[in-house]
């Protein structure tokens, strides 16, 4: 900026107030001018000339590109040094300047450069920003090398070759410069003057090129109306092209669903032949089924998840809907009525036909095997009955139970008639402790195995039997539970006109899968309950039969309820609690009836011991003990599989009545009460030694009889002990319990107690010693009739007498030490001696 210049100073006023009240300061200030064009005329230029404009409709763009122009040279030799230093400052080096004169530039900056004071925004924290002096050096501007380009270095040479002159002489020859430059300036003016004539021309030819683009232009913008109209009409036309086209798809859908929809209410001809009147006979079953599975299929498809709604709300859907429906009335009731009339005209076959039955001299084995083959002809049948109309299959459930219950029933009967008629065994007395009967009666030792093996036969054939007819029924009338058949059950066994006694492989009658879906049935609690609902019915009536052969085995020999016992506990076991309820329920029947029969033989036995207590004197050992260990043992014998508890509950109520009543009977004469009650107790530890070794009931009341045994003993041996040395003993006592008072010093001069006294005593009792132990053995073996037994109570006699003398003789060497008796070994010799 020229110090000169009023304008330079005018502007720098103006920057500066236009910053005013800020912490920054003017540096440098530029006043720019813009223009358009170079030509002198350009105003005029540009005033015709008419805006361009495309087929496509873009924005006006300039002509020419804008140009920046400087006020004077100083102005702008000042704009460039700063640009130069500033491209410096930020680039670490300087760009090349194109189209100036470097020498000029760089003369003009050495005149005009000087020391500048500027102010920065450096705040010091005490006197705030301080003033920061700018050099000379830091304002130079380096001309260097790359200014110029190569040809132009070379013009300068070559321009500066033309001159001599010294080298001090650079002024003059800058001034030199500036003259020709000047002159040749006004050359260029002078052409530029001359040729204006020609300008013109070229004016009026581009005025003429303008008009041509205006008209140009307004037929452009008349084609672009009618394009965008035609536009226009080709998108109407294409969205009608489209909605056409989406209505001609929908047609075609729609036709297509029809199609589908007429396909589904339309009933082929031979599908309502079979159903409203084609036979049931098994060579028609391939049509009848297809025919079902037809009529299942149209009626889940007329279903609203299956049919969407819009059809299914359709009136002919409606009216396709209430035929089929018809239809399926139809055919239920005609295969419900032929299936009650099938089952029960099988069923009259087999009663009518004696030879499926157990005859005189024959036992026949049930044979189901073709009432089932039939019946599975018709299975397919059930499931698309059940599938249509799951009502329908309550009667003909019941149809079956009824009909088929009747065969069962008549079998089971000749069956156990037969099994009676044909089994051979001695009858054996329910009598066995009878007081009427002697200890040494003996008691029958028949074989009565047959009679159990008889019940296990009926067992063996029926309950398998009954269990498949359970499982079959289960399938075959398609109830939702598990399998009937218990893991490790034995089928039923099943040949045509076979026996009993062959022992051929037979047939498995255990059901088929009738649907390979039946194996992902769920467990249903209510078709379960269902089930064994018409499980009772089926089978209702069958265990009057069985109850039949337990009161016959019952009546031959009591003690086979044991046996039949564990045969049935063996059955039970073997059912699934969840699975075939009826025939579990019969096995637990049968269970509860032979523990109430031989309830009645053990409490019949019991009476019997009871009776005992009647009688005026009972002497000796009682009947009933021999005969209970001849009972134990041949229960033992019995005992099959779970039986034992049975078994010992009769144990414990037999021995129970027994001990109470060998009590009571021993109260009726306390003088030989003791003897009594050890000779029995001792026969019944006799008689029990080898049961009671491997029975555990049994050992605990062998164990309450040894004690019981060891505590008469003891009574009736104190008792002979004190008959003939009454008063010795009664001496002894006394001093007892004197000495639990006094000093035994002070006992002698106690009455009664006094050393004559003991003299006297021993006198009374020990004289004759040898004829009071003698006599103490006659009384002990005078009432004792098990003459087994005495030789045992004589050593407890001799050692309970030595005992009681011991602590005599220890008491007077206490009390009297200068009396003299006889001493312990002496009297053990005495004993040993007699």
Not at 214 to 230: A, P, Q, S, Y
């Amino acid at each position: 900026m020229a110090k000169s210049s009023a304008d330079d100073q005018e502007l720098r006023r103006a920057c500066e107030a236009a910053i005013e009240g800020t912490k920054q300061s003017v540096m440098m200030s530029i006043r720019v001018a813009k223009s358009r064009g170079v030509w002198g005329k350009s105003g005029k230029l540009g005033r015709q000339m008419a805006k361009p404009r495309g087929f496509d409709n873009l924005r006006n763009q300039t002509v020419a590109p804008p140009q920046w122009t400087m006020r004077n040279t100083d102005d702008r030799n000042r704009l460039l040094l700063s640009v130069l230093n500033v491209c410096k400052d930020m680039l670490g080096h300087l760009p090349k300047v194109v189209g100036m004169d470097v020498v000029e530039m760089a003369l003009w900056a050495k005149e005009n450069t000087s020391t500048t004071t500027t102010t920065t925004n450096q705040v010091n924290s005490e006197d705030g920003p301080a003033p920061t002096t700018v050099s000379e050096k830091d304002l130079k501007v380096t001309v260097e090398k790359d200014l110029v380009s190569q040809a132009e270095e070379e013009d300068m040479e070559a321009l500066l070759g033309t001159y001599v002159m010294g080298i001090g002489e650079a002024e003059a020859f800058s001034e030199r410069l500036k003259r020709e430059l000047q002159a040749l300036e006004a050359a260029n003016v002078h052409a530029i003057l001359e040729t204006e004539p020609l300008v013109e021309q070229v004016l009026r030819g581009l005025d003429n090129a303008l008009n041509c683009v205006d008209d140009m232009d307004e037929w452009l913008g008349i084609f672009n109306v009618k394009l965008r109209h035609m536009r226009e009409d080709i998108e109407s036309i294409e969205t009608r092209n489209n909605k056409l086209e989406m209505q001609s798809v929908n047609n075609k859908t729609l036709i297509e669903e029809l199609d589908k929809l007429l396909e589904r209410l339309c009933v082929p001809s031979e599908y309502a032949t079979c159903l409203t009147g084609g036979s049931f006979d098994e060579s028609n079953m391939i049509k009848n089924i297809e025919a079902c599975e037809w009529l299942t299929g149209a009626l889940r498809g007329l279903e609203v998840p299956n049919l969407d709604t819009t059809f299914a709300n359709m009136r002919a859907v409606k009216e396709k809907k209430a035929e089929v429906e018809k239809l399926k009335n139809t055919f239920v009731r005609r295969a419900s009525d032929f299936l009650r009339n099938y089952f029960a005209s099988l069923v009259d076959f087999m009663i009518s036909d004696k030879s499926y039955f157990s005859q005189r001299g024959q036992l026949k084995r049930p044979d189901h095997a073709d009432l089932r083959y039939k019946c599975r002809t018709y299975a397919r049948l059930l499931q698309h009955l059940k599938s249509l109309d799951k009502d329908c299959l309550g009667p003909l459930r019941k149809a079956y139970c009824s009909s088929l219950n009747l065969l069962l029933r008549r079998e089971a009967r000749e069956f156990a008639n037969e099994l009676r008629a044909s089994t051979k065994a001695s009858r054996n007395p329910t009598v066995w402790l009878d007081a009427s009967a002697g200890a040494g009666q003996a008691v029958s030792n028949a074989d009565t195995s047959a009679v159990s093996d008889a019940y296990a036969k009926m067992l063996t054939i029926f309950v398998p039997l009954l269990v498949d007819e359970s499982s079959f029924f289960a399938h075959f009338m398609c109830f939702e539970v598990p399998s009937l058949n218990p893991p490790g059950s034995v089928p039923t066994d099943n040949k045509s006109n076979s026996n009993i006694d062959d022992d051929a492989d037979d047939d498995d009658l255990g059901i088929m899968d009738i649907d390979d879906n039946d194996n992902k049935a769920g467990k249903n609690s209510v078709e379960l309950a269902a089930l064994n609902e018409c499980l009772q019915e089926l089978l209702d009536g069958i265990q009057e039969d069985f109850y039949a052969v337990v009161d016959w085995a019952y009546k031959i020999d009591p003690l086979r309820c044991i046996s039949m016992h564990g045969i049935t506990e063996r059955y039970l076991s073997g059912q699934k609690a969840d699975a075939a309820g009826f025939v579990r329920l019969l096995l637990g029947d049968l269970e509860s009836r032979i523990s109430m029969q031989f309830s009645r033989f053990v409490d019949e036995a019991c009476h019997q011991i009871e009776r005992n207590e009647r009688n005026v004197r009972q002497m000796g050992v009682l009947s009933y003990i021999p005969r209970f260990a001849t009972l134990a043992t041949r229960m033992e014998q019995y005992i099959q599989g779970q039986s034992r508890d049975l078994v010992d509950q009769a144990y414990t109520k037999f021995v129970s009545i027994m001990f109470v009543t060998l009590e009571k009977i021993a109260q009726a004469d306390p003088k030989y009460a003791d003897v009594f009650l050890l000779e029995n107790y001792a026969a019944f530890q006799n008689s029990l030694y080898d049961l009671a070794n491997v029975v555990p009931t049994l050992a605990k009341f062998y164990h309450q009889a040894s004690e019981a045994y060891e505590q008469a003993c003891t009574r009736h041996i104190s008792m002979i002990i004190y008959y003939h040395f009454e008063r010795l003993f009664q001496f002894a006592r006394r001093i007892e319990d004197l000495m639990y008072t006094i000093t035994p010093e002070e006992i002698p001069f106690q009455l009664g107690l006094s050393k004559t006294d003991l003299r006297k005593v021993l006198k009374s009792s020990l004289s004759g010693v040898d004829k009071s132990i003698q006599a103490m053995s006659k009384k002990l073996q005078k009432n004792l009739t098990s003459e087994e037994l005495l030789p045992s109570l004589w050593d407890k006699c001799k050692k309970e007498f030595l005992d009681k003398y011991e602590s005599f003789a220890q008491l007077v060497a206490k009390v009297y030490p200068t009396e003299n008796i006889p001493s312990v070994t002496e009297m053990r010799d005495l004993l040993a001696s007699l």
